[in-house]
Antibody, heavy 117, light 107 residues
């Protein structure tokens, strides 16, 4: 059973860079697509982007200039970096695995990141 | 971007009730729609994919229908463990988008 776990700082200062890691266990990161989404408290979900294990990425244009998703196959991890954060980036951040049918079956429990000085 | 409008955003129901949630897309998405259940502090759970295919392990009281721009999630007989928030997601085109969510609470 694949499990995903988000990790990283729960508090980031405005204008700094948010950095999160998703550790995959119970399966290899190879040959799959991996994504990040987020959800501001009390609001709806927003897709951030995905990365293929080979490094190909696709980002939401609303965040494109600030987001970078990378993968480390040796550690079975992938990461999210979001630069120049503001209070509007305060959210629960979720990582997920896209299954072979194109749908996201496996999700992490999420991590709350608060942007505040 | 394709906008998904879920309705209602909130509903109050009793155990045993039949519940229907609607998700409308701003343009046709064929059947590239998923439904998720979300409970506080837990991972999202995929219920339905391809608009109407039940994910393995999901109880048969959950069903999905629709294609094009209008979709529904139905819970035939609401159980105590079904009180949660439900989200639709389109996977027809990028950027992927979600509906605003429907919170199902106990009446």
């Amino acid at each position: 059973q694949v499990q995903l776990q988000e990790s990283g700082p729960g508090l980031v200062k405005p204008s700094e860079t948010l950095s999160l890691t998703c550790t995959v266990s119970g399966g290899s990161i190879d040959s799959y697509y991996w994504s990040w989404s987020r959800q501001p408290p009390g609001k709806g979900l927003e897709w951030i982007g995905y990365i293929y294990y080979s490094g190909t990425t696709n980002y939401n244009p609303s965040l494109n200039s600030r987001v970078t998703i990378s993968v480390d196959t040796s550690k079975n991890q992938f990461s999210l970096r979001l630069s120049s954060v503001t209070a509007a980036d305060t959210a629960f951040y979720y990582c997920a695995k896209r299954d072979n049918n194109g749908y996201y079956i496996y999700w992490g429990q999420g991590i709350l990141v608060t942007v505040s000085s | 971007d394709i906008q998904l409008t879920q309705s209602p955003s909130f509903l109050s129901a009793s155990v045993g009730d039949r519940v229907t949630i609607t998700c409308r897309a701003s343009q046709g998405i064929s059947s590239y729609l998923a439904w998720y259940q979300q409970k506080p502090g837990k991972a999202l759970k995929l219920l339905i994919y391809g608009a109407s295919t039940l994910q393995s392990g999901v109880p048969s009281r959950f069903s999905g229908s629709g294609s094009g721009t209008e979709f529904t999630l139905t819970i035939s007989s609401l159980q105590p463990e079904d009180f949660a928030t439900y989200h639709c997601q389109q996977l027809h085109s990028y950027p992927l988008t979600f509906g605003g969510g429907t919170k199902v609470e106990i009446k």
